[in-house]
């Protein structure tokens, strides 16, 4: 059963503990907020695209991506909408792991990464972001599959680590959901919600929401 007084006693500790950014507040539970449907998921047909500037635009079919080693990270995330939720466990691929194993290989000129999801939705991150600790091309939370509301069956996820203050930490939807392709790119070049008036780094601690 749901309990304020609990709720509000737990967020004033995440406060304390400097871990609850300036604007937002803690959530019991994690909303499922999306732009469009949720998409069918056919894994025979599935595959993960990488192109751009890369020394050999490649895929990962399902199969190949899931024999790839794994990463599993504690994080806190920070919706745009205001919500928080803290020591959510992530299980997934990092983006440094393709790129030790020799299967990405980025050119020199490339400094950013547009992230291309279902229906055509994107948005986008610096590449140095999508190469720290805290960012992940997801297939589990808390020990179990994504469900399809939340991203099944790979979503990129970015959040903070506690102590990590060395860590960028942008809003929750520069981890798109439903993510089918990354693109390598010289020139910074605004997704759907960053073209819609979001704002283009969004630091969770300068609560950057909005360009206005």
């Known amino acids: 059963m749901f309990n304020p007084i609990k709720r509000k006693a737990e967020e004033d500790k995440m406060r304390a503990a400097g871990r609850l950014p300036p604007g ?34 490649f895929s990962l079919n399902w199969q190949k991506f899931n024999q790839l080693p794994r990463t599993i990270i504690q994080m806190d995330l920070h919706c ?61 939370l808390n020990g179990t599959p994504l469900t399809p509301e939340h991203g099944f069956p790979l979503r990129a996820v970015v959040g903070a680590i506690p102590d ?7 809003y929750l939807w520069k981890g798109a959901k439903w993510l089918r392709g990354l ?7 605004m997704g759907f919600w960053e073209q819609a008036g979001y704002h283009n780094q969004g630091d969770v601690w300068l609560e950057q929401r909005t360009r206005i």
């Not at 020799?102 to 990464?113: F, G, N, R």
């Not at 291309?116 to 960012?135: C, D, I, R, S, W």
């Not at 990590?164 to 942008?170: A, G, K, M, Q, V």
């Open 24 to 57: 937002q507040s803690l959530t019991a539970r994690f909303p499922v907020l999306h732009y469009g449907p949720v998409p069918p998921a056919d894994l025979t047909n599935w595959d993960l695209k990488f192109w751009g500037l890369v020394d050999e635009p």
């Open 80 to 140: 745009v909408t205001r919500w928080s939720v803290f020591d959510s466990i992530w299980e997934g691929v990092k983006l440094s792991t393709l790129i030790e194993y020799d299967l990405l290989k980025i050119k020199p000129e490339a400094a950013y990464v547009l992230q291309h999801a279902e229906y055509g939705y994107t948005t986008n991150l610096p590449l140095k972001v999508m190469l720290q600790e805290n960012f992940l091309l997801a297939t589990h």
């Open 164 to 170: 990590r203050d060395d860590l960028e930490t942008p």
């Open 183 to 189: 693109e390598f790119l010289s020139e910074d070049q």
